[in-house]
């Protein structure tokens, strides 16, 4: 009996070790895919300019070695039309610089830029050229699609290059609005879409987290912009907006800062120092400002 007895406890002990180590193993293994898989990767932001399609590859070179030097894995190309410029001429440059670059990089392509935006959705919060804006880029999403396939172009994400501030959000019908069509958008789409917002001081740090929230819930992917470069708030403000904002939230770090009416490049020394304590929910704006390119 007392044989039987020691021999049916041990075998419990070994079971109940086997399944502790199973749901330890099972926990680590959901931490590790938790850890690896939140959607973001220290990136820079590439505004396309026309005067970039005479950059040379010698240039291109240099500044993609740069970029995996100093541990950037994504680039945010914040649109690749504006106005209805293509950045086609010549020889279709934009599409064989994304080519070059999906080499090395994950690519968040943007869609298309209207320099109206700012007057009719952070200044009015116009529901109707919202929903017109939207078409407009679905419209461009698809043709792009077109593009980059034809390409081998690996695209990880679309970036929407509007942006949103907490002025035009304070409005809950149109918050409500915008949150309602990412999500029906986003539901159409096997990969994420990426928007950015900033904060102006409108509301506080408190109602801007549930802003933001709410645009989460569409299920888009939000970065917030610190306001460092623009200095459109104190900041201690920008601090306490930095800490109110949602966790699965990214930053996207400026680069420049505000001199003499103008904007200009923060010392290298300080840019180089800003990507080395960087993580992975840290985005830079933008390659012009990096030393390698401030004489380009």
């Known amino acids: 009996m007392a044989v039987r007895y020691q021999q049916r406890y ?14 330890l193993l099972l926990n680590a293994c959901a931490s590790s895919v938790a850890d690896t898989t939140n959607g ?13 399609a005479y950059l040379s590859d010698a240039y291109w070179f240099d500044l993609t070695d740069y970029l995996k030097r100093v541990g950037i894995r994504r680039v945010y190309v914040q649109w ?20 070059w670059l999906d080499k090395d990089f994950e690519l968040i392509i943007g869609l298309d830029a209207d320099s109206q935006y700012f007057e009719f959705i952070n200044e009015s919060a ?18 792009l699609s077109n593009l980059t396939n034809a390409l081998n172009i690996h695209v990880d994400g679309y970036y929407f290059p509007g942006e949103f501030n907490d002025s035009a959000l304070s409005d809950q019908n149109f918050l409500n609005h915008v949150t309602r069509t990412f999500s029906q958008w986003q539901q159409t789409l096997s990969t994420p879409i990426y928007v950015s917002t900033f904060y102006s001081g409108k509301v506080s740090p408190e109602h801007y987290r549930k ?46 800062e505000y001199q003499s009416g103008t904007f200009a490049p923060r010392s290298n020394t300080d840019i180089e120092a800003a990507i080395a304590a960087a993580t992975d929910s840290d985005a830079f704006f933008s390659l012009r ?5 401030k004489s380009e």
Do not use: M
């Open 40 to 52: 973001w990767e220290k990136g820079i932001f590439f505004q396309p300019l026309h005067q970039d």
């Open 211 to 256: 802003q933001l929230l709410q645009l989460q819930q569409s299920g888009i992917r939000l970065l917030h912009q610190d306001g460092v470069g623009t200095q459109a708030v104190a900041a201690t403000l920008r601090a306490s907006v930095l800490k109110a904002i949602p966790t699965q939230t990214a930053v996207i770090r400026e680069l420049f």
């Open 10 to 23: 041990f075998k419990r002990k070994r079971q109940c070790f086997a399944a502790a180590f199973c749901a």
């Open 289 to 293: 400002y990096l030393p390698l390119t």
């Open 80 to 99: 690749t039309r504006h106005d209805n410029h293509r950045f086609q001429f010549p020889d279709n440059w934009l599409l064989r610089r994304l080519k």
């Open 126 to 143: 116009d529901s109707r050229y919202f929903q017109a804006y939207i078409q407009q880029n679905k419209d461009w999403l698809n043709e």
